[in-house]
């Protein structure tokens, strides 16, 4: 069976046909395809009869089958592929016996080599043509062609999909023989290697191949790849391989790190990984910047691998290194998560050896320097990373407070997506802390500074008792340099000045005792000369005995040595020495336990000390956290509602500022947001511990009152808003609601606040379920408007306020004409009502005034005839105060109380105008909102009643011609009819308050003299509580009619400005406020009166008008100019509460389309005047926050071009500052840059100032290092040179100027006082003149231009440059001859108004 040719596997196909030299074989004919089926039946024929070796004689149609594979159907296809299959695993199970065959022919092992080649070419081929086929038609399946097509692409790609796993296999059997017998024992060639697993790396080019369903076929393409690298020393050959799809195919990374995981967990190739790591360490970092692509392959395979297999990750973790410094973020990532892996999985625990120890806080540093990268990206990720290994509990405690304070640093990120994660894992720390459950900064210091104090006295202890236990022998030989250093000096000539005052004392023992005294006092010259003497005097004694030596020095230290270790032991000099040692030896057992001791103090001391830091850390981070609940980032409001749910598990007392901080959210407009807070709150409070129902319930009670402590209003309503949707979901357990009726009626036992907090709560729920309070009316009435009431009047507020959820919305749905809930007049409710509010009129106290508020507005809500009710109340209690009256003064008649001749007691005339003022602002309410809504309802009722017996009617009689429709009909089509019904019925409830309210004949103009005459005397009647009821009663009175507040108006803003009571100052605003909603016109003349309150020297009242005025701005109840820049200084109070106030409306103000930046001109304007703006500083302060809203580009170039033309009409240096300062906070783009050329004629003789030509420079600095186009760059660099050139010119001119000794540099011109400073105090006294009524501004423009001769020149203004002037306003361009011409530094006088 000799072979007279060899197969040479072919770089590519078409070799095959060319003659490659002698001996090779060459494909003879290449069939055409309509051939192929015959002669695939006469391979299948000949493999029948001769086995394997029939692809011999048959090679060449199966490699016209491949030739030709597109054109061939797909059954020919199938049926080839099948046959191969059969033939290989035929050849496949034969080669074993052949291979052992020792007695193999040259010409068989030729031919069967031969076959096995031809075979495996035929067979991969094949597979290479179906994958490459079921890719393509991969990305057909998305083409919408024939239905048919598609299916029949499915169902062929389908059936290879099934197919492929099983041939893999076989080829994987096929690896596994000792094919090397077949090349006589040498290497097998690498070209067949190639072939084989060629076909994997094929089938792996497929972008499916990750897919779940695949998984059998990346296993089998793995066992393949770790045959060939096994058996066939494909390393090198895989390692490039690897490395080249990863770069070209980002889905391989994962497959490709799953399989060399597999290979070395089963088949033990550890050397793999370290050569692709090494191959992967090697590429140039600037390459890797420039390949996207590849540069994901690589980070996902690194990522991946590190994850599998960490611990040879570790091993050649410094190839990799050199990246971190690269451009690439995402091989920085993917680095950086490799080391969070191995800390996590290898480098974890307390038993680590000393250079594992080492690379740990070697990786941790690395992983907290980049917590600092250049890159948002990275720096969030390694904080995800951090995250991951805090929770992971891998953070050694050493590193744990550096790694916080790095978090907390990163609060302040500028990149939403690090704040994001820095609040995650500063959540993470707080959840695996290894310190406390409870982390209060005030519990923790106490323990502290009591164990510290207790180390300190452990420590002085120890060395107290450590003393004796060193030996005189050792403390002699510390002492010896000193002790022979003074000895040498007794032989050397006195200095003048010392004297020997010492002298030997009778006894040896005394002169022994003596001279150690002074070797303990550390007197070593004295204790030597001493002994020298000594030695003299008792020579042959001990211990002074002993020959005298030439060298005395020596003989004196000797001395010395005896004396001072033989006395150290003891106190008693005379104990033996031999009892030193076995004293030290009994000594030594007894300490090891006090060192012991020591070191778990110390151990104690530190762990509290980290504990405290790290609370401190944690109350850091709170603070900051807390502010970002408002950020416009749903992602960062989310992670910091759950952040300070995280806290609050572990008791830090800040943590309940933030669940408060929090409460507002729930009227977020944004879903997630208010998920995220309900959430919070039924993670805090609808999961309490508690073994029982009554326990939980009790839990549950008891942690929603403290948060209603001290809570404000807009606290507890936003807490009604969340209780009443728990409610609304049956959230809350009818066993909480049962404690709380409990604890209302006292069946429970509990304080005051609990009771109160109780109905609180109660009231909550019931707007969530009426029937709730419904339920039980009686029993909040017997029990909470009982007699007792007087004790505790806030309770008896709460219940009003609670009973009030049964009112029905006076605005009901549509299609809903229900009648409203309402109790008869008669009802006990009302009876206790009235009687509890006549018996507390007469008694002081602080609570009665809300509690009576409370029950007027209850009664206006609920009963029918409420105004005959509170007429009832109004009586009784104006007759008790004449009582009062009469008792002071009995020779008083009734028709004298309002003229001043006798006085009530302060807090009964309080009480009086209070309730008058309550009554009369409830009806107002009442027939604006009550009435009117009754009215409509029955009028829709009517209507609808007509439209039903209409149709009725037209249903029994015929149809009329529709030529006989009238008028009426096409006004009801056209709406027209409940329009002005609707109108009708406004201006018949206006005319009952104009007319009717305030006439001689009803009630409220009997109390109006006594309110105008409180307000009127604020000396006669000078208590504050008083006059703050009087203010407010009469701004409620003025709601009822246009008339009456006409003619008061003048009063209530003279009482605004003029009053000493910050009270009264606050109240008139709120009254201001409503009536500029109520009456606009009649208000709108006195807005400046308003404003001027945003600058009035008590805080409360400045945050009064600021809220006030927001209000107003934002529903655009008043006209936004100029005035507005009293708003932005606000930004600037000291008060939190008062800038916060400000950032609000700001904030609101930028949702309302271009507002902030038509504003803008006219506050600069305002606030860079020197004489009425604001400090420089604080100017910058208020633009920074500003121009934070100048988002658009549009925007930004006009403003650009503004800022420029008003360094034209600029008079003052500072206003060029500030005008310069506020173009270094535009988000310039390069049209921006362009608009600043074109004006550049606008500042360049500006430019001689520093600070604005600095200013210049720091706009064109942000331009250069961001790089950008060439052209861009051109501009730049011009740009420079013409704004050096004009600086220096200006430089020249002034030094010029001055040198020459002529003309002085002019000053800048100072402007004349303005009649209103902007920013003066509050006066105490103004001119009457001052709060004369405005006239309508269309007289006042008359009587001005009448009076005014019309001007000379245009003089400058700063109006808005969005608003238009009126006629008589002037304008503020420049005219020809006003421009300036020269750059020399001028200044330009202000020019003034003609009177």
């Known amino acids: 069976m000799a072979a007279a040719w060899e197969f040479h596997l072919p770089l590519s196909p078409a070799d095959l046909l060319r003659d490659g030299g002698p001996g090779r074989y060459v494909v003879q004919e290449v069939l055409p395809a309509r051939e192929l089926p015959p002669a695939l039946t006469a391979f299948r024929a000949a493999f029948r009869a001769r086995g394997a070796l029939a692809v011999l004689q048959h090679f060449d149609p199966l490699y016209s089958l491949l030739h030709h594979f597109r054109a061939v159907g797909t059954d020919v296809k199938e049926d080839a592929l099948e046959l191969m299959r059969h033939v290989v695993s035929h050849h496949s199970n034969e080669l074993p016996a052949i291979l052992g065959d020792s007695g193999l022919s040259h010409a068989d092992r030729a031919a069967h080599l031969n076959a096995l080649k031809m075979n495996c070419y035929l067979l991969t081929g094949l597979m290479d043509a179906f994958e490459m086929e079921t890719c393509k038609s991969g990305l057909l399946e998305v083409d919408p062609g024939g239905k048919n097509k598609k299916n029949r692409t499915k169902i062929s790609g389908s059936l290879w999909e099934e197919e492929r796993e099983p041939l893999l296999r076989l080829l994987t059997q096929l690896l596994q023989l000792d094919l090397r017998q077949l090349w006589s024992g040498l290497v097998v060639e690498e070209e067949f290697v190639s072939l084989m697993t060629g076909s994997c790396y094929r089938i792996l080019e497929n972008a499916s191949i990750g897919l779940q369903k695949y998984r059998a076929t990346r296993e089998a393409v793995t066992h393949l790849l ?11 050959s895989a390692t490039l391989k690897i490395t080249q799809m990863l770069q070209h195919f980002e889905h391989v990374a994962p497959v490709f790190a799953q399989a060399v995981s597999l290979w070395v967990t089963e088949y033990g190739l550890k050397s793999l990984v370290g050569e692709l790591l090494r191959e992967i360490g090697q590429k140039c970092p600037r390459d890797l910047a420039r390949d996207a692509s590849g540069i994901k392959g690589y980070a996902t395979f690194i990522t991946e691998l590190a994850e599998q297999i960490p611990a040879l990750v570790l091993s050649n973790m410094s190839v990799l290194l050199h990246h971190l410094d690269g451009e690439s973020y995402t091989m920085r990532n993917a680095i950086l998560a490799a080391m969070a892996e191995v800390l996590v999985k290898v480098l974890n625990g307390d038993k680590l050896e000393e ?91 106490e323990p502290l500074k009591k164990e510290v104090q207790k180390l300190q006295e452990m420590r002085d202890r120890g060395r107290s008792t ?302 969530g379920k009426p029937e709730i309070i419904g339920s039980n009316l009686d029993v909040l009435v017997t029990v909470g408007l009982s007699e007792k009431v007087c004790e505790d009047y806030r309770l008896a507020q709460e219940v009003c306020n609670a009973i009030s959820k049964l009112a029905t919305n006076p605005k009901p749905a549509l299609g809903k004409n229900k009648a409203p809930f309402r109790l008869p007049q008669n009802h006990v409710l009302f009876e206790c009502l009235c009687e509890t509010v006549s018996k507390g009129f007469a008694q002081p106290s602080g609570y009665w005034i809300p509690f009576m508020e409370a029950a007027v507005t209850l009664i206006y809500q609920l009963a029918e005839g409420a105004e005959e009710i509170c007429a009832h109340i109004l009586r009784v209690c104006s007759q008790q105060a004449l009582e009062k009256l009469q008792e002071a003064d009995p020779g008083v008649s009734p028709s004298r109380v309002s003229d001043g001749a006798s006085s009530l007691p302060t807090f009964l005339l309080m009480h009086l105008v209070s309730l008058v003022g309550q009554v009369a602002l409830q009806q107002v309410a009442y027939l604006e909102v009550s009435v009117s809504a009754e009215l409509r309802r029955r009028r829709i009722l009517r209507e609808e009643e007509k439209m039903t017996k209409k149709l009725s009617d037209s249903s029994t009689k015929k149809q009329r011609p529709r030529s006989t429709g009238n008028e009426t009909t096409m006004e009801e089509e056209l709406g027209l009819v409940g329009a002005s019904a609707d109108d009708t019925e406004a201006e018949l409830i206006r005319s009952i308050c104009e007319t009717e309210l305030l006439d001689g004949k009803h009630l409220f103009s009997a109390f109006v003299p006594l309110v105008l005459k409180v307000c009127n005397n604020p000396g006669l009647y000078s208590d504050s509580a008083l006059s703050a009821a009087a203010a407010l009663t009469l701004g409620k009175i003025c709601m009822i009619s246009s008339e009456f507040c006409d003619s008061h108006l003048r009063l209530l803003f003279t009482m605004m400005e003029k009053s000493t009571l910050p009270g009264v100052r606050s109240n008139l605003i709120i009254a201001a406020g409503d009536l500029a909603i109520r009456f606009p016109n009649l208000v709108e003349p006195w807005t400046s009166h308003l404003y001027a309150r945003l600058r009035d020297p008590c805080p409360s009242v400045r945050q009064t008008a600021g809220l006030v005025m927001t209000h107003l701005i934002l529903k655009d109840m008043v006209k936004v100019k100029g005035q507005v820049s009293e708003m932005a200084t606000l930004l600037i109070d ?42 420089e500083e604080s100017f910058h302060t208020i633009m920074r926050h500003l121009f934070s809203y100048i988002t658009k580009d549009k925007q930004t170039e006009s403003l650009v071009e503004k800022l420029c033309q008003r360094f034209r009409t600029a008079r003052t240096e500072r206003q060029y500052r500030d005008l310069s300062h506020c173009l270094t906070l535009l988000p310039l783009s390069e049209r921006g840059l362009h608009k600043l050329q074109d004006n550049f004629d606008c500042f360049a003789d500006k430019l001689q100032d520093p600070a ?68 003066q105090p509050l006066r105490t006294a103004n001119k009457d003149e001052d709060f004369v009524t405005p006239q309508p501004r269309s007289v006042r423009n008359h009587k001005r231009a009448q009076k005014r001769p019309p001007p000379k020149k245009a003089v400058i203004t700063f109006s808005s440059d969005e608003e238009n002037s009126s006629e008589d306003e002037l304008s503020a361009e420049l005219k020809d001859e006003e421009t300036p011409t020269k750059t020399t530094p001028i200044t330009r006088s202000s020019a003034h108004r003609l009177r």
């Open 466 to 767: 450590a003393a004796p236990t060193i030996s005189p022998e050792e403390e002699w030989e510390a002492m010896l340099p000193e002790v022979r250093a003074a000895t040498q000096q007794l032989f050397q000539p006195l200095q003048e000045g010392e004297e020997e005052v010492l002298e030997v004392e009778e006894t040896v023992e005394s002169t022994s005792e003596q001279i150690v005294g002074l070797l303990r006092k550390l007197n070593y010259k004295s204790a030597a000369h001493l002994t020298q003497k000594a030695l003299c005097r008792f020579q042959g004694k001990e211990p002074f005995s002993g020959p005298m030596e030439e060298n005395k020095e020596e003989t004196i230290l000797g001395v010395l040595k005896r004396l001072y270790t033989g006395s150290c032991p003891g106190e008693n000099s005379e104990d033996p020495p031999s009892g030193n040692s076995s004293l030290k030896t009994e000594e030594v057992v007894p300490e090891e336990q006090p060192q012991t001791e020591l070191a778990k103090q110390e151990m104690l001391v530190q762990y509290l000390q980290d504990a405290y830091n790290f609370a401190v850390k944690i109350t850091e981070a709170m603070s900051l956290i807390s502010k970002m609940m408002y950020e416009n980032c749903v992602s960062v409001v989310q992670e910091a509602i759950e952040f300070f749910v995280t806290v609050s598990r572990f008791g830090v007392p800040q943590a309940l500022h933030g669940v408060r901080r929090m409460l507002p959210l729930i009227w977020s407009k944004e879903p997630g947001i208010k998920e995220a807070v309900l959430n919070a709150y039924r993670q805090l409070y609808l999961s309490p511990s508690g073994d029982s129902e009554r326990a939980r319930a009790q839990g549950l009670v008891h942690s929603l009152s403290l948060i209603m402590v001290d809570a404000s209003l807009g606290m507890i309503k936003c807490l009604e808003e969340i209780i009443s949707e728990f409610v609304q979901k049956n959230e809350i357990k009818p066993a909480v609601i049962q404690l709380l009726w409990e604890q209302f009626t006292e069946k429970s036992p509990c304080s005051k606040l609990e009771r109160r907090a109780a109905v609180m709560l109660l009231g909550m729920m019931a707007r």
């Open 1252 to 1319: 604005v030509y600095s200013c210049f420079q720091t706009v064109l600095a942000r331009f250069r290092r961001a790089g950008g186009k060439p052209e861009t760059k051109a501009l730049v660099e011009e740009l420079e040179q013409k704004l050096s050139a004009s600086h220096n010119r200006g430089l020249d001119s002034a030094e010029t100027c001055q040198e020459g000794g002529g003309t002085p540099m002019p000053e800048p011109a100072k402007r004349k006082p303005t009649r209103s400073s902007h920013r």
């Open 226 to 236: 770790a045959a060939a690298l096994i058996h066939y020393d494909h390393m090198f």
């Open 355 to 445: 250079a594992a120890r080492g690379t740990r806080d070697q990786f941790l540093n690395m992983l907290q320097a980049h917590i600092c990268d250049i890159n948002g990206f990275v720096r969030s990720r390694v904080l995800q990373l951090f995250t991951r290994i805090v929770q992971c509990r891998a953070l050694p405690l050493t590193q744990f407070q550096s790694v916080v304070s790095l978090a907390v640093g990163r609060l302040q990120d500028k990149s939403v997506v690090v704040v994001k994660n820095a609040i995650q894992l500063l959540a993470a720390f707080l959840s695996n802390n290894p310190f406390s459950c409870k982390l209060s900064c005030t519990d923790l210091a």
């Open 1134 to 1175: 000291p008060e939190e509460a008062i800038k916060g106030v400000a950032e609000n409306f700001f904030s609101e103000l930028s949702n309302k389309g271009n507002a902030i930046y038509n504003l803008l001109p006219d506050i600069i304007s305002r606030l860079s005047d020197p004489n009425c703006g604001v400090e």
